[in-house]
């Protein structure tokens, strides 16, 4: 039986330090979580446009409030990294970016494209 001196009692999570290839998995994930919420807003969004003329007007107004506008750029935030990470699994299931060497490479770059997507939807949308 080991003794509890030899355990971490308080265990500081600051500490840790996540590699490149933990932080992209992490955040595909939650990417993932945020589209699955997101996707019920945005599908409200879409159903009061088309209901008739006045929903859509609605609906293009909604876009002037700052709070709307925000998590509206959220989810296609999320879609962007998404997206890009989705694309990196894909090549990786090819067998491209499988070694230690390009694993943290294709993240970077995944990462990368998201975060030019997620400005260039920014733009888009404010």
Known sequence: MASSTQRPVNLDLTSIRFPITAI??????????????GSFIVLAWLGLSLESEAGFTDA?????????????????AALAYHFSAGVKHLLMDMGFGETL??????????MGIAAVLVVLAGVWIW
């Open 60 to 76: 293009i107004r909604l876009l002037d409030h700052g709070l709307f506008a925000f998590v509206l750029w959220g989810v296609l």
């Open 24 to 37: 992209a998995s992490i955040l595909h994930r939650i990417s993932g979580v945020v589209l699955f919420f």
């Open 101 to 110: 060497e390009s694993g943290p490479i294709f993240a970077k770059v995944s």
